[in-house]
């Protein structure tokens, strides 16, 4: 049986992934279902310089929140056993982390709202930087 991976990377969710991993599972494929919501570092960037850190991290927190919810709500209506965790870092360099301390047998990431070369660039890093194969879902 498979454990799977599905990042949340962004405000666009990973439901074309949470939908992939429910499929799965109604084909006895997936056994168990890990949700990694990856925060990026709020203290880079412009917006450090005019607003507190706690106050850029709870704006993303928010901006996250319906984005997992969504996800939830597709593995919850599928019956797919799940748990969740959330991380703060650089996407991909997050994302190897997390998969080298868990072992999951396949990772599985929504593209659909990225551009190509964000898809290709992210593949390609991931690839790089961990040995569970990476799905790409569009």
């Known amino acids: 049986m498979i454990r799977m991976l599905i990042p949340v990377l ?3 969710g990973a439901i074309e992934a949470a939908r992939y991993a429910a499929f799965m599972f109604l084909e006895r494929g997936v056994t168990e279902v890990e949700l ?3 925060l990026e570092p709020v203290d880079q960037g412009r ?3 005019f607003h507190s850190r706690s106050a850029l991290v709870r704006q ?3 901006a996250m929140l319906k984005a997992l919810i969504d996800v939830r709500t597709i593995l919850e209506e599928a019956g797919v056993p799940y748990h969740w965790k959330r991380v703060f870092g650089h996407r991909t360099k997050a994302i190897a982390d997390y998969a080298a301390t868990t072992q999951p047998d396949v990772m599985v990431i929504d593209a659909s709202h990225m551009g190509f ?3 290709l660039a992210m593949f390609a890093s991931l690839s790089r930087r961990t040995v569970t194969p990476v799905t790409m879902v569009h």
């Open 117 to 119: 070369f964000r898809r």
């Open 10 to 12: 962004d405000q666009g």
């Open 60 to 62: 993303e927190k928010q």
């Open 47 to 49: 917006a450090a310089a």
């Open 36 to 38: 990694l919501e990856v």
